[in-house]
């Protein structure tokens, strides 16, 4: 009797020691497995990119919106993160492309789920002004692959016909977890997304307290969140309230505070970021990332 006993006592010591172990693996794996960027964009660092190019680039003579060789022109001046847009073809590619149609930034002419990746590659790039380029429309594990080579910092933004997780397969094949981020513009985007990557780290619309208390109502931890505020100036108390959380906020400048600054003063972008703004997202990279460095 006393025997059986110590062998329970002995088996229960050898179970606990295995349970430890696999809990000490776990949780080695998950510090492993998480993105990079989680801990690089905290209200309290500094260390990361203040500037969001929109679309990749936009408004750059010669060198058109979500085009690898843009993402590369930009990135050679400027430190800066790039907003790019992902599309899929009708034999499920995913490239980069913002419209539906590739009438308006390439030579061709139709739907982008319509034709397969083949078709659009015998069309080449237009800039915003209309001046055809020698560039193709890029797949977006070229983009990936260049990004990670050279620790350049996506946020991705997912088209409504394309799935999440085609998007997040994309960068896990890719190993490219350390510099995507997925742009979600929503509660429910925001929670799909976590559920499938919950290593990454989401970008999560908190435009006011509203929608920043529905996103803590969430499992997404506030370390998985950078929030982007909108297109309009927040109050200040927002940027507070987020900086509390240690989340960072970007605000969208493009469209009507870009051009309140090229009409007024580049030095408007200085003083939106004075007001708690951490990342500029702006058409005007080149001459936000001037007025915040002067």
Same mark, same amino acid.
């Given at each position: ?54 679309? !990749?680039?936009?408004?750059? /003579?010669?060198?058109?919106? *979500?085009? &690898?060789?843009?993402?590369?022109? +930009?990135? @050679? ?30 030579? !061709?002419?139709?739907?982008? /789920?319509?034709?397969?990746? *083949?078709? &659009?590659?015998?069309?080449?790039? +237009?800039? @915003? ?166």
């Amino acid at each position: 009797m006393i025997f059986m006993k110590r062998l329970f006592v002995l088996l229960l010591f050898v179970f606990s020691l295995i349970a430890c172990k696999n809990t000490s693996q776990n949780e080695q794996l998950k510090q492993v497995t998480t993105s990079e960027l989680i801990q690089k964009f905290r209200a309290s660092k500094s260390d990361y990119p203040k500037i969001s190019v929109h679309r !990749g680039g936009k408004g750059i /003579k010669h060198y058109p919106e *979500n085009c &690898l060789e843009t993402l590369q022109y +930009v990135s @050679d001046s400027i430190s800066a993160i790039f907003e790019i847009d992902v599309a899929q073809t009708k034999d499920g590619k995913l490239v980069l492309m913002h419209d539906n149609s590739i009438d308006r930034t390439t030579t !061709g002419s139709g739907l982008v /789920k319509n034709l397969t990746y *083949n078709e &659009l590659n015998s069309y080449n790039l +237009v800039d @915003d002004y209309g001046n055809q380029t020698n560039y193709k429309i890029p797949l977006f594990s070229e983009v990936l692959k260049w990004s990670r080579e050279n620790n350049v910092i996506l946020t991705i933004d997912i088209k409504r016909s394309v799935s999440q997780e085609d998007v997040i397969n994309a960068i896990e094949l890719a190993k490219a977890k350390d510099i995507s981020i997925i742009i979600t513009y929503d509660v429910e985007q925001a929670k799909s997304a976590y559920r499938l990557a919950p290593s990454l780290l989401l970008s999560v619309s908190a435009r006011n307290d509203e929608e920043f208390d529905k996103l803590l109502k969430t499992e997404i931890p506030t370390e998985n969140m950078l929030a982007f505020t909108g297109t309009r100036l927040s109050e200040k108390s927002l940027y507070q309230r987020l900086h509390n959380e240690d989340i960072v906020c970007i605000l969208g400048t493009l469209g009507n505070l870009d051009r309140q600054a090229e009409a007024r003063g580049d030095e408007l972008y200085l003083k939106w970021e004075k007001l708690g703004v951490d990342i500029l997202a702006t058409d005007r990279p080149f001459e936000a990332h001037k007025a915040i460095n002067q």
